[in-house]
C-alpha cells in the first residue's frame, strides 16, 4: 500500500493568514492527487483534484501543487468558514489511502 | 443534482454482518463507479472498496476477505456488506461517487453512524 503523511497536523491561524498544508506519497503517485475539506459531523467536500486542479465551485483561494511523492494544498487567505479538517488522497493504486489529516484551528 | 443517502442498521452486534445500502438520487447509477469509505470517531478515512454499475468491483486488500459490493441499477442503489464485524468496525460509513476521470470521490452521502456492540 501506499502510504500517505501529512503535515502538520495542527495548524493555528488567523483569518487572511496564508496556509501552506504539505502531503507526502511513499512513492511516487504522479500527480494522481486529491484533496478534501471536512468540517465536524459533514461528509468530505473535493477541493482539488488531479493535485492541482480545482473543483466546480470551490474557491479561488483554494490552490494543488506538486507531483510525484510532495504535494500542497495553499488557501491564499485564510476564510472564517475555512477552518476545517483537510485530508489528501492518493488514487495512483488500489488502496485509494488517505492521509491523516491536518487539522486547521483558530489562532 | 446528484445526491446520495446511506440507509441500514445503526446497531450491529460482534461476530454478525454489517449491510448498508446508498440510494443515489438526481442522476442516473448507471455508468460511474461508486464507493464506501468509513470513518472512526476522531480519526481518518479509509477507503473500502468500489463497484461499477456492472457489478465490477475493487476492494481495499485490508477488509476484502470480509467485504461484499453490489449494485441494483434498477433502484438506483449499491450496497455494502461487511462480515465477521467486530468493534474496530464501529465508524461512520460514507458513499460517495467517484469522478468519471479519476478515482476520487466528487460527491458524497451525509454518512450513517454504525456501532458494533452486543
Known amino acids: 500500500d501506499i502510504q500517505m503523511t501529512q503535515s502538520p497536523s495542527t495548524l493555528s491561524a488567523s483569518v487572511g493568514d496564508r496556509v501552506t498544508i504539505t502531503c507526502r506519497a511513499s512513492q511516487s503517485i504522479s500527480s494522481w492527487l486529491a484533496w478534501y475539506q471536512q468540517k465536524p459531523g459533514k461528509a468530505p467536500k473535493l477541493l482539488i483534484y488531479?493535485?492541482?486542479s480545482l473543483e466546480s465551485g470551490v474557491p479561488s483561494r483554494f490552490s494543488g501543487s506538486g507531483s510525484g511523492t510532495e504535494f500542497t494544498l495553499t488557501i491564499s487567505s485564510l476564510q472564517p468558514d475555512d477552518f476545517a479538517t483537510y485530508y489528501c488522497q492518493q488514487y495512483n493504486s488500489y488502496s485509494f489511502t488517505f492521509g491523516p489529516g491536518t487539522k486547521v484551528d483558530i489562532k | 443534482q446528484v445526491q446520495l443517502q446511506e440507509s441500514g442498521p445503526g446497531l450491529v452486534k460482534p461476530s454478525e454482518t454489517l449491510s448498508l445500502t446508498c440510494t443515489v438520487s438526481?442522476?442516473?447509477?448507471?455508468?460511474?463507479?461508486w464507493s464506501w469509505i468509513r470513518q472512526p470517531a476522531g480519526k481518518g478515512l479509509e477507503w473500502i472498496g468500489r463497484?461499477?454499475?456492472?457489478?465490477?468491483?475493487n476492494y481495499n486488500p485490508s477488509l476484502k476477505s470480509r467485504v461484499t459490493m453490489s449494485v441494483d441499477t434498477s433502484k438506483n442503489q449499491f450496497s455494502l456488506k461487511l462480515s465477521s464485524v467486530t468493534a474496530a468496525d464501529t465508524a461512520v460509513y460514507y458513499c460517495?461517487?467517484?469522478?468519471?476521470?479519476?478515482?476520487?470521490?466528487?460527491?458524497w452521502g451525509q454518512g450513517t453512524m454504525v456501532t458494533v456492540s452486543s
Open positions: 463497484i461499477y454499475t456492472s457489478g465490477s468491483t
Open positions: 438526481g442522476g442516473s447509477i448507471s455508468s460511474y463507479y
Open positions: 460517495a461517487r467517484v469522478a468519471l476521470y479519476g478515482d476520487y470521490s466528487d460527491i
Open positions: 488531479k493535485a492541482s
